[in-house]
């Protein structure tokens, strides 16, 4: 069972908007650490999405954005393509645990 | 550019030791505020962060697992080596390292990783 609890499963269709959900604790995301996103594709290597919460790394897409209230994050996805179908995985520090902690992932599907 | 690349044996015993290497270029682990971290994935499992060393040596490990790994570093040789001891087939995955910094551009998150490489644990 991961530290952070994320849906195992959101979908939408072309052109619409899905929210993934990030849920943590008072000693991770509540306690103010970073939450950061990673997109895999099938068959590859996490690739980072979202970092320090809101932030994007040159090159990704502003369909993709990031937002953290309390000890929740979530990574909207606007304009949903079919290339974004993947696996997306939040992640932060946990300060009870000394060390850094994912979420259990979400798989998007695009319909 | 950063680039990282893992490299180690597929198929590994039960009750073996598991050594694994990340070669990396692009970036220099003596420059201050830059880390390697090691993460796993089993088949169709979550990621699971495993250890992390940084520039001025300081290690941290996955509280489940700080019994079993050992993370050390050749600044020489930019790598940085992760073993396990006593392996399971439970810890059948994935393993990936990638690179993360303190300071500068997109701070503490995992920003590049390696391809990973796959190891196998069967008698």
């Known amino acids: 069972q991961s530290v952070l609890t994320q849906p195992p499963s959101v979908s939408g269709a072309p052109g619409q908007r899905v929210t993934i959900s990030c849920t943590g604790s008072?000693?991770?995301?509540?306690?103010?650490?970073?939450v950061h996103w990673y997109q895999q594709l099938p068959g590859t290597a996490p690739k980072l999405l979202i970092y320090?919460?809101?932030n994007r790394p040159s090159g990704v897409p502003d369909r993709f954005s990031g937002s953290k209230s309390g000890t929740s994050a979530s990574l909207a996805i606007t304009g949903l393509q079919a290339e974004d179908e993947a696996d997306y995985y939040c992640?932060?520090?946990?300060?009870?645990?000394?060390?850094?902690?994912f979420g259990g992932g979400t798989k998007l599907t695009v319909l | 550019q950063i680039t990282l690349k893992e490299s180690g044996p597929t198929l590994v015993k039960p009750t073996q030791t598991l050594t694994l290497t990340c070669t990396f270029s692009?970036?220099?682990?003596?420059?201050?505020?830059?880390?390697v971290g090691w993460i796993r994935q089993p088949p169709g499992k979550a990621l699971e962060w495993l250890a992390l060393?940084?520039?001025?040596?300081?290690?941290r490990y996955s509280s489940s697992l700080r019994s079993r790994l050992t993370i050390t570093k050749d600044t020489s040789k930019n790598q940085v080596v992760l073993t396990m001891t006593n392996m399971d087939p439970v810890d059948t995955a994935t393993y990936y390292c990638?690179?993360?910094?303190?300071?500068?551009?997109?701070?503490?998150?995992?920003?590049?990783w390696g391809q990973g490489t796959m190891v196998t644990v069967s008698s």
């Open positions: 060393i940084s520039w001025n040596d300081d290690k």
């Open positions: 320090g919460s809101s």
């Open positions: 992640q932060s520090y946990d300060s009870s645990l000394s060390g850094w902690v």
């Open positions: 008072r000693s991770s995301i509540g306690a103010g650490f970073d």
């Open positions: 990638a690179h993360r910094r303190t300071s500068g551009p997109v701070v503490y998150a995992f920003d590049i």
């Open positions: 692009g970036f220099s682990l003596a420059t201050s505020g830059v880390d």
